[in-house]
């Protein structure tokens, strides 16, 4: 321990003597303070990891660099709206263009495992640990030896006096956990002037430059010559009379290059969904104009388009359905409206059938019809306070999904669970409508006849005073199911064969 109290008051400058902080140091932590600041302003906006999503974009801009010009340019053309342009531009072969286009992202994921882009790893963990540096917050250390210094004055110049190694223990062990191993070397300044410019969407001035530069070699000075993690190390040993201690240290794992892939692959599949989808949408506009002349489509609720856009925005994920579910609320509100509903219901209650069977299996049909719009507020409603879809969660988990991962994990299965039983509502009661539409056809095609062989009233129940209206706007509107069909198999399974009945 004498030796090690002998080593501390040797060193040059001197920042220690007789267990004292010396003002040298003080003076060291101001520099830091004064260089860090610019920087942490710069990475506040940019890599900080209080945004995990908007880290790993601007990261992923700086491995892109690692790219030849041409790779960087077929980068570009995987763009949504570049990749879904070629799609749109190929009449005869779509499926061709999406092999192509996957083809070119599996070549240049395939070349981030190259020497290069293994280098840009390790710089990548060395700027984060210089991220975390700069956001280390130096104010209680610099208060220690003036307690008089303010954060906010920029001008303040501190007048620095002798504070005791006890006193400043675990401001030593904090500080040294963050400098510990970091190493700023001329990949870690390129990496700051390439952020830089990518903030101002301008190169940079030669002054700019200069000047975040020379923040940089301050700190790397003052770190290897005046408070260098050794140091730090054995003043923290000194101050707990410990020669074996070791300090807690920042641990830096991971790999940027393989985030990077990752987002790669989840943007291009996502986009892949959402090119397919708008594509999908867009070629049955015509078919739903037809269906609903004059007549704007019904919202889902909370499944919507507004939604759907904050989620492609934020984390490039989206509502897969709504189209078709807007299609098939406005199709049971327009074409099965209430007096529809009753004249079935009669039919079910009061019609004589010559067969049990059929009534059953009409009456379990008709049931299923007329309770669609329920099972649809049953979905809506899902996204309510406290419910299954709850979109408060939905929100929170688009908020804390930019801080922590796991937080995107969990919305990534909550969208994906949204969409499932979205896709089972869809399915289900366009089922169900289909198998009413055939007993429709058969009924309205038996009311014809001079003597109704499925149900013997069957006239005298459709034609009646209550439900003459009922009857005539189902006859008038019944070629237009099969639209509503025709469309809706761009989405779900229908079945087109002939009903059979005992």
Known sequence: MKKLEQEVRDF?????????????????????????????????????????????????QLIVTGYPLE????????????????????????????????????????????????????DLLQLRQLVEFCRYNYTPFLQAFDTNFIPADLMYKPSYKEISLATAQNLLEDLYYQASGLQISTSTAEAVIALAQLRKGADLEENE??????????INYILTRV???????????????????????????????????NMLQARF????????????DETISDEVSSLFPDIPLEEVGSYSQAYNNLL???VSMSFKWILPMRILKTFIKFYLPEGSKALLNDIVIEGF?????????????????????????????????????????LESYIKDSKKDKDFFKKLEKMVQSIN???HKVLQSLCTNLNSLSRQLGELLADAKKPSSEIISNLKVLMMSSRNRDNTNFLETNYANWNIFFEIMKNYVIINSGDIKHE
């Open 12 to 60: 040059q400058p001197a920042i220690c003597r007789n267990s004292m902080l010396l003002p040298n140091f003080g003076e060291a932590i101001f520099a830091l303070y004064k260089n860090t600041r610019p920087l942490d302003n710069l990475f506040s906006v940019t890599v900080s990891p209080n945004n995990i999503q908007r880290q790993r974009r601007f990261e992923a």
């Open 71 to 122: 790779d960087q340019e077929v980068l570009e053309s995987l763009s949504f709206e570049n990749r879904k342009a070629d799609v749109l531009a190929e009449d005869q072969n779509p499926d061709r263009i999406y092999i192509h286009q996957r083809k070119e992202l599996e070549r240049l994921i395939k070349a981030l495992n190259t020497d290069g882009f293994k280098k840009m790893d390790a």
């Open 209 to 218: 430059k200069k000047n975040y530069l020379g923040n940089l070699k301050k």
């Open 227 to 261: 408070i260098n993690p050794d140091k730090l190390k054995s003043l923290i040993r000194l101050c707990r009379q410990d020669l074996s201690y070791e300090p807690g240290v920042a641990k830096y794992t991971g790999s940027p290059r393989q985030d990077f892939a």
């Open 269 to 280: 599949d996502s986009d892949e969904q959402r090119i397919k989808t708008e594509i999908q």
């Open 312 to 314: 492609q925005t934020e």
């Open 353 to 393: 059938f010559n067969n049990p069977a059929y009534k059953s299996n009409f009456s379990s049909i008709v049931f299923a019809a007329i309770n669609a719009d329920k099972e649809i507020k049953e979905f809506e409603e899902s996204f309510g306070q406290d419910k299954k879809h709850s979109i408060a969660v």
């Open 420 to 422: 499932d039983d979205a």
